[in-house]
């Protein structure tokens, strides 16, 4: 199983941390998504992260701000984010593939994870 941790309210412009911790179910060699849902949207990917780190992935509309990394020795995966926006706002989901899978589709990941509110005030 997977817990999201780190949400809360941050101000327009403001830095957030969420961290992404695993069981030992979740295996660390699997890659790992972040994924968030606004209201009344669906729900989208954020970032993804190979198992051992190497490579990454951003949405369009994250990329440059964000950084997702991991500490497999932790079995946990980090989300940074910077330069927050009000569009940022959104329940945050940390997911686990089957695979080395850390692309954008939700299907291929399995475990997922209770979401972190995230809210960006003006």
């Known amino acids: 199983q997977l817990q999201a941790s780190g949400g809360g309210l941050v101000q327009t412009g403001g830095s957030l941390t969420l961290s992404c911790a695993a069981s030992r179910q979740t295996s660390s060699n699997n890659g790992v998504g972040w994924f968030r849902q606004a209201p009344g949207k669906e729900r989208e990917f954020v970032a993804g992260i190979s198992w051992n780190g190497g490579s990454t992935l951003y949405s369009d509309s994250v990329k440059g701000r964000f950084t997702i990394s991991r500490d497999r020795s932790r079995g946990t995966v980090y989300l940074q984010m910077t330069s927050l926006k009000s569009d940022d706002a959104a329940v945050y989901y940390c997911?686990?593939?089957?695979?080395?899978?850390?692309?954008?589709?939700?299907?291929?990941?399995?475990?997922w994870g209770r979401g972190t509110q995230v809210t960006v005030s003006s």
């Open positions: 997911a686990s593939a089957r695979s080395s899978y850390a692309g954008t589709a939700e299907n291929p990941y399995n475990y």
